[in-house]
């Protein structure tokens, strides 16, 4: 079974560029979790779906934050502007309930420049 | 005021000794708490998890201990190999909530 897919990978961009990050998560999973990753912060929770509804965004730290999900097989991050200190490393997990054990891809590392 | 604390950024320990990590945390309202275990370039992977009905969960090499009076958990590798060198992250939830996560502890296994 392919697990929670993230692309890019690796992305390098310049302050002011547009930046979106992609998710696919686990067939059959109805929750799915945008974290962002920092030394100073740890894995810090940004924002969850259910059944593709945004619940808690109270994570995304600016407007320049957003995110989608459009269908259950898909999910976006895109930060607008983007600035230096947005360089992290960000996550998507997904499960089939809102706790419990969580599914990651192997992340997005972003680097504002 | 982060919820989920580990205070250690970082732990070197030999190889075939134990490692203790430990977590603190400060809602009383959690229940449930896990480790993960995260390897440079990879997500973080589920590794062991205890109920705040118990206080010792045990699998194979690793055991998580919770004392809910100091509100602290520790997670035990005996014997540590280097292959457990990776970063662990302590987390934890209350009924429905998504899991918060700690900062991170990386662990370094000394052959």
């Known amino acids: 079974d392919a697990g929670v897919i993230q692309s890019p990978r690796h992305e390098v961009t310049e302050m002011g560029q547009e930046v979106t990050l992609r998710c696919k998560p686990i067939s059959g999973h109805d929750y799915l979790f945008w974290y962002r990753q920092t030394m100073m912060r740890g894995l810090e929770l940004l924002i969850y779906f259910n059944n593709n509804v945004p619940i808690d965004d109270s994570g995304m730290p600016e407007d320049r934050f957003s995110a989608k999900m459009p269908n259950a097989s898909f999910s976006t991050l895109k930060i607008q502007p983007s600035e230096p200190r947005d360089s992290a490393v960000y996550f998507c997990a997904s499960n089939f309930l809102s706790s419990g054990e969580l599914f990651f891809g192997e992340g997005s590392r972003l680097t504002v420049l | 005021d982060q919820q989920v604390k580990q205070n250690s950024p970082s732990l070197s320990v030999q190889e075939g000794r134990i490692s203790i990590l430990n977590c603190d945390y400060t809602?009383?309202?959690?229940?449930?708490f896990l480790w993960y275990k995260k390897y440079p370039a990879e997500g973080p992977t589920f590794l062991i998890s205890i109920s705040s009905i118990k206080d010792k969960n045990e699998d194979g090499r690793f055991t998580v201990f919770l004392n809910k009076s100091a509100k602290h958990l520790s997670l035990h590798i005996v014997p540590s190999q280097p292959g457990d060198s990776a970063v662990y992250f302590c987390?934890?939830?209350?009924?429905?909530?998504?899991?918060?996560f700690g900062k991170g502890t990386r662990l370094s296994v000394i052959a």
């Open positions: 987390a934890a939830l209350s009924g429905n909530t998504p899991l918060v």
């Open positions: 809602n009383s309202m959690f229940d449930y």
